[in-house]
């Protein structure tokens, strides 16, 4: 009994391997183009939260495509420190419009006019 199951496997791997290596007529399978950054973030406007969150890296053999992770981030960067750069001219502005606000005596007059009438 142990000789004929024993008999089996080695006639059931060896009918696997043929059919697996072999393959018949058929050709071979054709190579797989390399996988690439299918939605890329947008060149035409600013990077929104949605545009982060819909953006999926193409895979490599050992993790993700570091080029493509590298302008992902070099993008993503330029785009912070943009926006830190709005950011900090915009509190100015407001520190400075509120500091000549404080320094006019009455906050509802026209500039030019007089705050007696």
């Known amino acids: 009994m142990f000789l004929f199951l024993l008999i089996a ?5 060896a009918a696997v391997t043929l059919a697996v290596v072999g393959g018949g007529d058929s050709a071979a399978l054709p190579e797989v ?9 947008p060149a035409t406007r600013p990077v929104g939260r949605a545009d982060v969150e819909a953006l999926r890296l193409p895979v490599a053999p050992r993790g993700y495509r570091m080029a493509d992770v590298d ?17 900090a001219e915009l509190e100015s502005a407001l520190a400075g419009a509120q500091a ?9 007059t026209k500039p030019g006019e007089d705050p007696e009438r």
């Open 71 to 87: 302008d992902v981030l070099g993008r993503l960067g330029a785009e912070l420190a943009e926006r830190d750069a709005r950011i």
């Open 9 to 13: 496997m080695v006639v059931v791997v």
């Open 33 to 41: 183009a390399p996988e690439q950054l299918v939605d890329p973030l």
């Open 100 to 108: 000549t606000a404080v320094g006019r005596g009455d906050l509802f």
